[in-house]
């Protein structure tokens, strides 16, 4: 395969675009190295991507419609996951705009030139936060989803109804995964496990929203990119049984799919804490506080989809991923 993956020095397409390669597919990884968190990070995730013959690096930005044209013309990719989009909901609440132009022009550029050459099959990140107030656990991606509690979930529906149109018009094969609360080595600086690990080492508070009664389906690296690659490789066809009468959301007469990917385990977010108080071996200075608006209370993921089509169930215990995180953020800030 030669791939395209958008926001490839982000954290789940470095770890994606490492293991692709390590397959002896040909990745080219666009990321324009944005400043949304700390450049350096990514850039040090992009030199260990080059190192391998197989990896190229496109800076180009989603929304740049004709750089984003002459890449499709010229590469001629087999498959594309995308990735790249301005994450975060928090942040959605201060710059929406930034959630436009990534998410929304963003990912239509993705579209038009996987339309325009013949891309085989088109995998792009959703996200748990589309199922907003439903509240019927396990989450169930058979179930509609339309009320969205912020704009970043509102433009990863609008991702989802887009490559539908697409299937439907053009015969484009799409397939959204929603991740569910994704954690691991070399992850985001401006999530709960890298903000508390942080933290805890330098003897600082934590804010723990909802006075550490969230619930979350936290979902290890390995276990996201191992459903990604399995989901790559089997394309998304129309489902047969679909009907019109009573539709099924994540399915449809075109080649067109939805998958939930997480951990399907939930955790109160008070164990997460302990958890890393075990392996740090430091108590947490705790600052508790309500709700942040545009968050859900609990999170869990219906796999049962991604079993019956891939073989495959997540189960990363967080006793070992938060494990393997802490390790890898010794190792890498020298603490």
């Known amino acids: 395969m030669k791939i395209l993956v958008t926001g490839a020095a982000g954290f789940i397409g470095f770890h994606l675009s490492r293991v692709l390669t390590g397959e002896g597919h040909e990745v080219v990884g666009l990321d324009n190295l944005n400043d949304y968190y700390d450049v350096n990070l990514k850039k040090q995730r992009l030199a260990i991507l080059q190192e391998s013959p197989l990896f190229k690096h496109a800076n180009i930005s989603l929304e740049d419609n004709a750089p984003m044209a002459e890449l499709f013309a010229s590469e001629k990719f087999t498959h594309v996951v995308n990735l790249a989009a301005q994450a975060g909901v928090r942040y959605s609440i201060e710059n929406p705009r930034s959630y436009v132009d990534s998410n929304v022009v963003g990912f239509l550029n993705v579209l038009e030139g996987c339309r325009h050459n013949k891309v085989q099959h088109l995998v792009y990140a959703s996200s748990s936060s589309v199922y907003g107030l439903n509240t019927k656990m396990p989450l169930d991606p058979h179930e509609a989803v339309d009320h969205p509690m912020s704009l970043y979930a509102a433009t990863k529906k609008a991702n989802e109804m887009m490559a539908h149109s697409y299937s439907n018009l053009y015969g484009l094969p799409t397939t959204g995964l929603r991740f569910f609360t994704v954690y691991g ?32 389906d936290f979902t290890y690296i390995d276990d996201i990119v191992e459903g990604v690659v399995r989901v790559v490789k089997h394309t998304a066809a129309p489902n047969a049984a679909w009907d019109g009468d009573h539709p099924d959301p994540c399915s449809s007469t075109v080649p067109y799919r939805i998958y939930n990917i997480g951990n399907n385990s939930v955790v109160e977010l008070s164990r997460y804490i302990e958890v890393i108080e ?46 393997k995180f802490i390790e890898w953020y010794r190792e890498y800030y020298n603490v």
């Open 185 to 216: 080595p070399w992850g985001r600086p401006d999530m709960a496990l890298f903000l508390f690990t942080k933290n805890i080492l330098e003897g600082k508070p934590i804010n723990v929203f909802n006075h550490g009664k969230m619930r979350r």
């Open 278 to 323: 075990e392996v740090v071996g430091k108590k947490a200075i705790c600052n508790y506080m309500d709700m942040q608006p545009g968050d859900v209370p609990a999170t869990e993921a219906d796999v049962s989809d991604l079993v019956a089509d891939v073989g495959f169930k997540p189960d990363t215990t967080i006793e070992y991923g938060i494990r």
